[in-house]
Each structure stands twice: as C-alpha cells, then as structure tokens.
C-alpha cells in the first residue's frame, strides 16, 4: 500500500493504533509469528543492519534486552514488523497512530515520518544517552494507583530531600508513574500510602521523562535535527501536549522535549475518543496498552497484535465491525 493509499484509507476507518514503551519486552516474542511471516525476520534484518547488532538474536535469546539501549530498538523493530504483518494480511489503515514513550517512534516510522534503520538508530541513541545521564542506582520510577493527577503532582511539589521527583508518566484516571532521584521517589510513595493511594516500585534502570533527563536531551536534539524527518502519511499523537506535530521542527521539539516531560497518555487516549475512535489496536509486544483502553467508555474493544491468534481475532473483529467484511 502506497503512503497516499495508507493515508486515504485511514479517514474512512474508526480505529487507532497505538504503539507500546519500554517495559513490553519479553524473551521470545514474535517468534511464532516469525515462523509464519518471513517479513517479520526480513524487518528483524532490516533494522539490525542499520544499527550493527543482531536485534533478533536479542530478542529471542534475552541476552542484553533489559539493557535501556537494546531494549529500544528491539522494541521498536518488533512494532514495525507486527505493523507490516497486519498490512500484508489486509488489516484496515488505522485514523490516528500513537505510542507510548518509546513507542512514538514506533508510530512515526509506520506512518513514514522516519525510515526504520534512522529510527533505530536514534532509539539505540537515546537509551544510552539515557542510561549515562544518571549514575546506576541513583534514579528511581514508581506507579503511584488510586490517587488524582493533582494530588500526585502535589506531593511531588512537597517532597523534601536531595535532588527532585516528577510525575513521568499520566497513564489512566488514577494511575500516574512517577520518576526521579531515587530517594525523592520513595518519599513521594510513603507520602501517596498515607493519603490513601498504592505505591509500587518499577525494576527499572533509568527514571524516564523527568528532569534528571535534559542532559540527554541536549545531546539528543543534535541527533535529531541530523535525522530526515518528514510529516506523517497518518496523524501521530505526541506524548508531550497529546497534540498532532504541524510541521516538522514542532515535531522534532516534541521528540526532544518527551524525554525530560510527561508522558500525556489519559489526554492522548481522551483525544482519540473525541475523535470517535471506537476500535484499538496494539502494536507490539504484550497487551498493557490494549488493557488501559479497555476502561474508557467510548472505546468499544481493544486489540494486542503479538501473536497469530490475536492478530486474527483483531483483523477479524474490526473489519466487520466496520463493515469491510459480513
């Protein structure tokens, strides 16, 4: 399908895709869809070659996939084969792509504002710019549930000690991940237990879109303005003001600005709603963000991609939902 094709597709449709983060990782994934495919080991090869490691032996084997800087561009690499696996099989165009955290770029490159081997490059960029801006062991993220934005934001305003926390991550109504110095961090947990909310400490290595960020995000921006960009074919909703890119230095800005900012996923997610999308697809590892959209009133169903069965059920499900299909 031509971008002028996938572009006029997408208005006659009320679905959206949205692509995971960080955290989705599992060893082996996609390895019975690769069995099946061949484009999914021909995107694994793809990507791989442009960054000058085997990305699919990472994947399956778990070796160095926790690591922030092959976490990502694996990731990513296996988003846009799933996305290629549901056009070959004749999925519908989706209206609006968005993804979380990481996974915008993942959005950006199946709307053709980036070519795979430039995003996986930048990817593998910015989890080690990440991963040195904070000395291992000094950062900190945690989901802070049962508790409204204001109140989380509040008590990182009140927490007193060295260094600085923020809310990184609006993820649902009640639900807010938050990051930083690690000691700021588990402050703000005992503070959200004594007013009445959950704390949970998230196994990561590096505390996202906080402050501790803007180093690597000075480095970044140097990263991205050499990068060819072009606006996307669909409309790709960014994670930092929930907004549409109108040109593509706005864009560039808002891929900068993600790292040391929160993460706008109740607004992203509220968006496509007002939009009238009714139907969600996620594309990539795991089912996280199909989970979320379940809660929202307006979403009908959501979809994971990440095996044969649920790529199917979901091709199936939309297109006569849609009426592509009796």
Known sequence: MSAKQLEQAAQATKTAFVFPGQGSQKVGMLAELAEQFSSVQATFAEASEAVGFDLWQIAQSGEGLNQTEFTQPVLLTAS??????????GGVAPKYLAGHSLGEYSALVAAGAMSLGDAVKLVNLRGQLMQSAVPEGQG????????????????????????????????????????????????????????GGKAIALPVSVPSHCALMKPAAEQFATALEQTAIELPT??????????????????????????????????????????????IAECGPGNVLANLAKRLPNIEKAFPLDTKGRMEDALNAILVAEGKIA
């Open 80 to 89: 846009i084969a799933l996305w290629r696996v549901w056009l070959e099989l």
């Open 140 to 195: 900190a993220m945690a989901a802070i549930l049962g508790l409204d934005d204001a109140k989380v934001i509040e008590l990182c305003a009140q927490a007193e000690g060295p260094g600085s926390v923020d809310a990184a991550n609006y993820n649902a109504q009640g639900q807010v991940v938050i990051a930083g110095d690690k000691a700021m961090v588990e402050a703000v947990m005992v503070a959200a237990k004594e007013n």
């Open 234 to 279: 669909i409309p790709v909703i960014q994670n930092v003001g929930a907004e549409i890119a109108t040109d593509v230095a706005q864009l560039r800005q808002a891929l900068t600005a993600q790292l040391y900012q929160s993460v706008q996923w109740t607004k992203t997610m509220q968006y496509l709603q007002d939009q009238g999308i009714q139907y």
